[in-house]
């Protein structure tokens, strides 16, 4: 059973009709599985691995009432988990994936862990959270577009003193230079989003990566009159390992994310409450936090939400402090 990247089938299933029994029949007969939520189950060296200590996958699934989508793609089985209706996506594939995170404890101040273990992050110059030994906040913001909420959340920032990177695409770049001179004269840094953000790990050609992240730079520093920091976040979270090698060979340093929340769907903002129970008990040391500057709730909570991290115990830092440690 053969499909490439572009003859992918996809079904959902109904929990109930789904066991661990099941899942690893099917990790049997396609080569490997990912199972992503608070634990992933994957082969490697041929061999099924548990990360973290969680429920049996079936009394989880269970216990969630959620539906769970299976994507077969040549030899790679992903089993994924509706979540606050998104698809969580967690891909170990040694070519290419899509960002994840598992093992969060709300309240824990435990870190997740990543698609990717520590030795590829290196490798790759790579970074998802920092040190686990300081109560530290990295703050980060993809940039899209603007509609109305960057100032907001430029404020609060400001307020708090606190270091902020933001992400942006060639739109964002295009129609909001005030913006980006603000950032920059407020101390924060920009960062690379890709020009069109597609999805980069269906780029195989790095001329065309690079491309894309040369037309940043270059509109960028029309600007501002200065060169874009080299910090790259890929769009959506997915990446290819050639890619993210080619990001490395034009300097860059790859930022991916410890804690985020679906904060980007402009028609179905979630309520403030919601948003800040989130935040805090999902917080620990080291985040490299992932917000949207599309958000209305982030610009309206940005103010409290500092204020309750401050009460926490946390200060904010920045990323080049991780690039040097």
């Not at 500057?293 to 200060?315: R, V």
Request: glycine fraction near 8%.
């Amino acid at each position: 059973m053969s499909k490439n990247r572009n003859q992918r089938t996809k079904e959902k299933w109904n929990v109930k009709r789904i066991t661990l029994f099941g899942a690893l029949l099917v990790a049997a007969f396609f080569g490997w599985i990912s199972v992503y939520q608070d634990h992933v189950l994957h082969t490697e060296d041929e061999k099924l691995t548990w990360y973290g200590t969680p429920p049996s996958l079936e009394e989880q699934l269970s216990q969630s009432g959620e539906k769970i989508q299976i994507e077969t793609s040549g030899k790679r089985v992903i089993i994924r988990q509706n979540q606050e209706n998104q698809w969580n996506q967690g891909s170990f594939s040694e070519e290419c994936g899509s960002w994840g995170l598992g093992g969060y404890q709300d309240g824990s101040e435990k870190q997740p862990t990543g698609s990717l273990n520590k030795e590829q992050m290196k490798e790759m110059e790579a970074y998802y959270v920092g040190a686990d030994t300081k109560k530290v906040i990295y703050l980060t913001f993809d940039c899209g577009y603007e509609n109305g909420n960057t100032e907001l959340i430029l404020d609060a920032l400001k307020k708090h003193n606190a270091p902020a990177t933001f992400f942006v695409v060639g739109h964002f770049l295009e129609t909001s230079p005030e913006l980006i001179k603000r950032m920059v004269s407020d101390g924060h840094t920009v960062g690379n989003h890709t020009y069109h953000h597609k999805d980069m790990s269906e780029l195989a050609d790095p001329a065309t990566f690079t491309k894309e992240m040369q037309e940043v730079e270059n509109l960028y520093q029309e600007i501002t009159g200065t060169k874009m920091c080299p910090y790259y976040r890929p769009p959506q979270g997915k990446y290819d390992m050639k890619n993210l090698q080619t990001a490395k060979d034009m300097g860059y340093h790859t930022f991916f994310w410890s804690l985020a929340y679906v904060d980007w769907k402009a028609d179905d903002q979630p309520g403030e409450q919601e948003a800040l129970s989130k935040l805090t008990s999902r917080i620990h040391p080291g985040a490299i936090v992932l917000l949207h500057n599309t958000s209305s709730t982030n610009g309206k909570i940005m103010d409290k939400l500092l204020t309750e991290w401050e009460k926490m115990g946390y200060s904010f830092g920045k990323l080049e402090d991780l690039c040097r440690s």
